[in-house]
């Protein structure tokens, strides 16, 4: 029997957050992939209850009745609802795919990206989080070398998307770019002016024709939290709890679509050809010469590029690498990760009707 066939016909799923940029982006997928659901049940914020999406779905409540007799339920809503309804989802029959911070961290619950670790699916006692989308871009051209020339150390710096931060930060950057474009003289003799000309609040400076090096909640090391979600997740999807990392994370005026440049050590010298060969080999992940966050918008695959040996220690690579932040860096991971938990027979036994009709 193959794959495809697997996929349970009956499927019931609920999305949860079905509004947002991300789950726009999963409707799609719901609809397009092998996951084949008998019903799809949109879930978002009380403000957009009983907006019709497309295909005739009609945003539904969250409350302890209408999350009842689910399969699957995929969160892309925010870590706040996450820790609300997730368990509550659940306890109602449920295996939870959550998109947000909440979950990623907690031990019982498996970090997981479908081609790097699905094993750790196994584990899962009802929730399964969805990694940070930068980490998630990193992760596949990182397994592929972890796994030929073990990986010990890295030094990240990613150039992530406005859309990182939801429609709100594709909106701000979108909004700034007219009347920055206006005067091209002024951003090379004023860039201050400029920038004074345009309001912010998503990004932590004006984003158009510029670079911010500073994303997310900054902690008391200096660092930011989606620095430390970089090393943090990094470690429990690879399984090298003592992976040192360097991250640094700055935000790019690119609608979609993150990049990192990581320069990886590895406990054995680096064959540049093997690399290559491994990487091009793994799944999800395309080698390209000069690959760029605009040319993999819209694309599942994540692209490598830019690969060689660093200048001054042989067992150290260098690569760039992007992925569209809205695909696999949220939407299509979490759809992947539910398929892999229908084809490894993960669901829940039964839903709770179907208990008590067999009683």
């Known amino acids: 029997m193959s794959a495809s066939d697997r996929i349970a016909p009956t499927l019931r799923v609920a999305l949860v957050g079905a509004t947002g940029a991300v789950g726009t982006v999963m409707l799609r997928l719901l609809r397009s992939r092998a996951l084949s659901a008998s019903e799809i049940v949109p879930f978002a914020s009380p403000r957009s209850v009983g907006r019709e999406l497309d295909g005739g779905l009609v945003v539904q409540p969250l409350d302890d009745e209408t999350i009842q007799g689910f399969d699957v339920a995929l969160f892309s809503a925010g870590a ?9 989802f659940v306890d109602a029959g449920a295996v939870v795919v959550d998109n947000s911070s909440a979950f990623r961290m907690a031990d019982e619950v498996p970090l997981v990206v479908s081609e790097v670790n699905p094993e750790a699916l196994g584990s899962h006692g009802g929730i399964v989080a969805n990694p940070n989308c930068t980490t998630m871009v990193a992760m596949l051209p990182l397994k592929a070398l972890h796994d030929e020339f073990a990986l010990v150390s890295m030094v990240a710096t990613s150039y992530q998307a406005a859309g990182g931060a939801g429609q709100s930060g594709i909106d701000e950057l979108a909004a700034q ?19 004074a000309k345009v309001e912010h609040s998503v990004h932590h400076a004006t984003l158009a024709f510029n670079v911010v090096p500073l994303l997310g909640a900054l902690g008391e090391d200096g660092h930011t939290d989606e620095e430390r979600k970089l090393r943090d997740e990094s470690r429990k999807i690879l399984g090298i709890p003592d992976l040192a990392v360097s991250p640094l994370c700055v935000r790019v005026p690119v609608m979609v679509g993150h990049g990192v440049a990581v320069r990886a050590t590895f406990a054995r010298e680096v064959d540049l050809a093997r690399a290559l060969e491994v990487l091009a080999a793994f799944p999800g992940m395309v080698l390209d010469d000069v690959p760029t966050p605009l040319q993999y918008a819209g694309r599942d ?4 590029g830019r690969v060689r040996r660093d200048l001054a220690d042989p067992r150290t690579l260098n690569f760039f690498v992007v992925g569209d932040n809205l695909l696999k860096g949220a939407a299509l991971n979490t759809v992947q990760l539910a398929e892999a ?8 036994s039964s839903r709770p009707a179907d208990r008590a009709s067999a009683a």
Request: hydrophobic share 50%.
């Open 80 to 88: 706040t609802r996450s820790r609300e309804w997730a368990r509550r």
């Open 177 to 195: 770019v007219g009347p920055l474009a206006a005067d091209v003289q002024q951003l090379c003799d004023d860039g201050a002016a400029a920038a």
């Open 301 to 304: 695959e994540v692209a490598v």
């Open 341 to 348: 938990l229908v084809q490894r027979g993960l669901l829940r």
